[in-house]
């Protein structure tokens, strides 16, 4: 029993050993040690980005390969790496009627299916834990009993954080050494979307399903037994080892999107840039018709011009609303402001005085309004006008400010008049020109009274000299 312990040294379990069993013991060293050391890889290397970490994105990119013909060897354990979101989805499936494996994702557990040999009985193993968090997980399945045609299944994830063994026995992966098919990130036919995540170089009893073609020149491959690359689509490698994510790069409250080989910011409304670091500035597109801009974060403010309002100043105040003009006259509005324009005989800014009497004469050569009743003659050809008193000007339109020269004295208030001045005294002065100070009050009322004497005794005078002379002999009579 000599070859069964060698075979024990590597957990491969025997039920005899003999000379007709030597080849199958050969391979199932080979293959245990190609297991060994795929184990030892996996935990070594773990989730190590590197040219054999490919990412999928979608059924698109979904690829399959086949057996090249010249495999002899059992195919007893399946090992690969995984990294997505997704809920529900194919990682591997691969059928030849009735055997098929599937190792998938449904609702949020990995699960393996098997149906191999000559029972119709599917073997069903699953995760305990989610597998869809965006991280790398190292999977194993593997048969306890490599020798025999009918073994129990084994289930390692992350090196025996989430393991199970099943309870009943079903066949090896043999049939995938015919001419099958095997789907890596989708499968055939079916309703779900491909993968959308990672998946490490898969090893099948040590042979590699490489991602690169024979004519690729990445690899050799000095083994004979092979599982080559059928699909024409070329495969994108280098998925990042984390979740760049993790790490926050958007800023401004952008939202990272994990993309495995890279990422990408959305950003929030008014940021741009790889890191939503660049604030947009609305205001580059001049959106304030009459005013200033003011940029802010994803808005922006326009301080308007005098005379604009509105969101972009783009509307024109009515100044009219309000307006003064008099009279009957139209208001016209303005950028800020309003101009009235009169009717009748109506003028001044806001209408309210009389238009000036006017007188109009013209020859051959000129037309002449003369103004406030001025006269309009003709001198040598040339019109002019003759201005009456108190008006001055080319057309007598100047009515002259007799209180120009400060005429009312005492402090007393000058009111320009036709031709005239008017004087408004305070209470302690009197006078055409306010020159009286009647402040004293004595001194107006002796005057006051003198005056009003003087009156009476001219009056009396008068009368005496009116009366005739009495005969005083006649009144005897």
């Known amino acids: ?107 949020m557990k990995l699960v393996f299916q098997l149906q191999s040999g000559n029972t119709f009985y599917t073997l069903n193993l699953s995760s305990s834990q989610p597998v869809n968090d965006g991280k790398w997980h190292q999977v194993i399945f593997s048969m306890t009993e490599p020798l025999s045609q009918s073994s129990r299944w084994h289930f390692d994830m992350d090196d025996e954080q989430d393991s199970v063994t099943s309870t009943v026995s079903t066949g090896n992966l043999n049939f995938l050494r015919d001419e099958t098919d095997i789907y890596l990130a989708d499968r055939a036919f079916d309703s779900l979307d491909g993968l959308r995540g990672c998946m490490s170089t898969v090893e099948i009893s040590g042979i590699h399903l490489s991602y690169f073609d024979n004519t690729d020149g990445h690899t050799k491959k000095p083994q004979e037994e092979q599982f080559l690359k059928v699909s024409a689509n070329s495969v994108v490698t280098g998925c990042l080892q984390l979740d760049s994510c993790n790490m926050n790069p958007c800023t401004h409250d952008g939202i990272c999107e994990d993309f495995y080989s890279y990422y990408r910011c959305i950003c929030a409304k008014g940021r741009t840039g790889a890191h939503c670091e660049i604030n947009i500035d609305e205001c580059t597109s001049n959106p304030c018709v009459h005013g200033n801009c003011s940029d802010g974060i994803a808005s922006y403010k326009c301080v308007c011009d005098p005379g604009f309002q509105g969101m972009r100043c783009e509307e024109d105040i009515d100044d009219c609303r309000g307006h003064l003009c008099a009279n009957g006259a139209t208001c016209i509005d303005e950028v800020n402001s309003y101009s009235c324009l009169c009717t009748g005989n109506f003028t001044g800014r806001f209408c309210r005085r009389m238009r000036p009497p006017f007188t109009v004469c013209r020859n051959e050569k000129e037309n002449l309004t003369c103004y406030n009743h001025g006269n309009c003659t003709e001198f040598q050809g040339r019109l002019e006008c003759t201005c009456l008193a108190g008006f001055a000007g080319p057309r007598c339109e100047v009515d002259i400010n007799e209180c120009s020269s400060d005429p009312c004295l005492n402090g007393g208030l000058c009111q320009n008049r036709l031709n005239k001045f008017q004087c408004i005294c305070d209470i302690n002065h009197a006078g055409e020109q306010c020159e009286i100070d009647v402040s004293d009050i004595s001194f107006f009322v002796s005057v006051f009274l003198w005056q009003n004497l003087f009156q009476l005794l001219s009056y009396l005078i008068l009368r005496m000299d009116d009366e005739p002379a009495v005969e005083w002999d006649d009144q005897e009579d």
């Not at 050391?37 to 989730?47: S, V």
């Open 1 to 107: 029993m000599e070859c069964c312990s060698e075979i024990y040294r590597y957990n491969v379990k025997c039920s005899m050993c003999n000379e007709a069993n030597a080849t199958r013991f050969i391979d199932a060293v080979l293959s245990a040690l190609a297991f060994r050391a795929a184990r030892k890889m996996a935990a070594l290397l773990g989730n190590a980005p590197g040219i054999t970490n490919a990412v999928f994105s979608g059924r698109n990119s979904a690829i399959f390969f086949r057996s090249n013909g010249k495999i002899r060897r059992d195919l007893t354990n399946i090992v690969f790496g995984f990294r997505t979101r997704d809920t529900d989805v194919i990682l591997l499936y691969a059928e030849k009627d009735p055997e098929f494996l599937t190792i998938n994702i449904q609702n």
